[in-house]
């Protein structure tokens, strides 16, 4: 069993930035890809981005040189780095483990936290 637990949401203006942070516990995190999902109203959760283990890398169109994942090993983290927020990146964000399947599909991923909710005003 896998927990996940977001963190770093919150309100900015565009332009700005945040950092989210997903805590994971669990004996077996270590056999799953995390990765980030958002769903924002009224619209279908969809990839922003994910890291493999060997630490490569695969972000959404949207997102790609604004976005940065990364994760720490040690202490079980994964970070998203948002800078240059739009409004429509107001969304929840989701972290998730991967189990198997393609990064970019939210059905291969078998654990989800909570999430946390981004506001980007115009």
């Known amino acids: 069993q896998v927990q996940l637990v977001e963190s770093g949401g919150g309100l900015v203006q565009a332009g700005g930035s945040l950092r989210l942070s997903c805590a994971a516990s669990?004996?077996?995190?270590?056999?799953?890809?995390p990765g980030w999902f958002r769903q924002a109203p009224g619209k279908e959760r969809e990839f922003v981005t994910a890291?493999?283990?060997?630490?490569?890398?695969y972000y959404a169109d949207s997102v790609k040189g604004r976005f940065t994942i990364s994760r720490e090993n040690a202490k079980n983290m994964v970070y998203l780095q948002m800078n240059s927020l739009k409004p429509e990146d107001t969304a929840v964000y989701y972290c998730?483990?991967?189990?198997?399947?393609?990064?970019?599909?939210?059905?291969?991923?078998?654990?989800w936290g909570q999430g946390t909710q981004v506001t980007v005003s115009s």
């Open positions: 998730a483990a991967r189990d198997r399947g393609s990064v970019f599909t939210s059905t291969s991923y078998l654990y």
């Open positions: 890291i493999s283990w060997s630490s490569t890398t």
């Open positions: 669990g004996p077996t995190f270590s056999s799953y890809v």
